[in-house]
């Protein structure tokens, strides 16, 4: 039972996350050889102002 958490910056709409989910559903299925309904794909957004990176 795989669960995929993706970490996110603020501002994906629901739709864009779902086609992400169901891409990486596709991956899971086919190199893992899981059943999808076994696939478990988690959001966690982090607020722009969380985010920091090094240049």
Known sequence: ???IHVE???GRSD???KKIA????ES???H???????IHVIFQ???KTDY???N
């Open 1 to 3: 039972m795989p669960f």
């Open 8 to 10: 996110l910056v603020e």
């Open 15 to 17: 739709e864009a996350k």
């Open 22 to 25: 169901q891409e990486i559903i």
């Open 28 to 30: 899971v299925h086919k």
């Open 32 to 38: 893992a050889n899981a059943p999808k309904e076994h």
């Open 45 to 47: 957004d982090m607020k």
């Open 52 to 54: 920091y990176k090094g």
